[in-house]
């Protein structure tokens, strides 16, 4: 009895020995994991492109800083600043402040500001400066401007009152009455008006 016993063991062991045989053999093998795909590091994002500073653009003026109004903008209402401003859109209501302004947007409303650049802007309104006021060829003013002192390339209906110099470029046109304290005007230069220069009456002898 024992002895069938081990011969039965021993052909089943046969058997299943065989038979495993057969299955790799005939089938895949086991199957095998999928190995998992190498992990790519993260690729640095570009560096966002800005634009180069505001000042690069502009002519050196006194102060640092200051607040800007880009193209796209539309301010409505009283605007007041003691810091240096751009005006690049535009500003629907007065500007006032003692910083420096430049202006190459439009403003519909009377100005005054320290140092002012007119940079093919249009101002409707009076300008009041406490220092040197620059118009470009492009620029418009229509209105009255005070200023300590005045280059003027561009187009002004108004009158002017000039402590200092005044300077009309051979691009000027002034449809108004001229007041200053010296005056140069260059060859080519349109001016229809009174005009009176303060300067040396003191000393004229008459």
């Known amino acids: 009895m024992g002895k069938q016993q081990n011969n039965f063991k021993q052909a089943m062991a046969e058997?299943?020995?065989g038979r495993n045989s057969d299955l790799v053999q005939e089938g895949e093998g086991p199957a095998e994991r999928p190995s998992a795909a190498p992990v790519q590091?993260?690729?640095?994002?570009?560096p966002v492109e800005r634009p180069q500073g505001l000042q690069a653009e502009i002519p050196a003026w006194a102060?640092?800083?200051g607040s800007v109004i880009a193209e796209e903008m539309t301010v409505e209402g009283k605007l007041c600043t003691d810091s240096p401003l751009q005006i690049r859109g535009r500003v629907?209501?007065?500007?006032?402040?003692?910083?420096?302004?430049?202006?190459?947007?439009g403003v519909e409303g009377d100005v005054q500001c320290g140092e002012?650049?007119?940079?093919?802007?249009?101002?409707?309104?009076?300008?009041?400066?406490?220092?040197?006021v620059r118009i470009d060829a492009q620029a418009v003013v229509s209105g009255d401007v005070a200023a300590g002192e005045l280059e003027l390339a561009g187009k002004i209906k108004g009158n002017l009152q000039i402590e200092g110099?005044?300077?009309l470029g051979s691009s000027a046109v002034l449809i108004g009455d001229l007041r200053?304290?010296?005056l140069s005007i260059a060859e080519g230069a349109v001016l229809q008006g009174s005009v009176?220069?303060?300067g040396g009456l003191q000393d004229a002898a008459f």
């Open 180 to 182: 200053a304290h010296r």
């Open 165 to 167: 110099t005044a300077v």
């Open 41 to 46: 590091p993260e690729e640095p994002m570009a």
């Open 63 to 65: 102060g640092r800083g």
């Open 92 to 105: 629907k209501g007065s500007v006032s402040g003692r910083g420096n302004l430049l202006v190459s947007g």
């Open 116 to 132: 002012l650049q007119l940079q093919g802007a249009k101002v409707l309104g009076n300008i009041q400066s406490s220092g040197a």
């Open 15 to 17: 058997l299943l020995n």
């Open 196 to 198: 009176e220069v303060t």
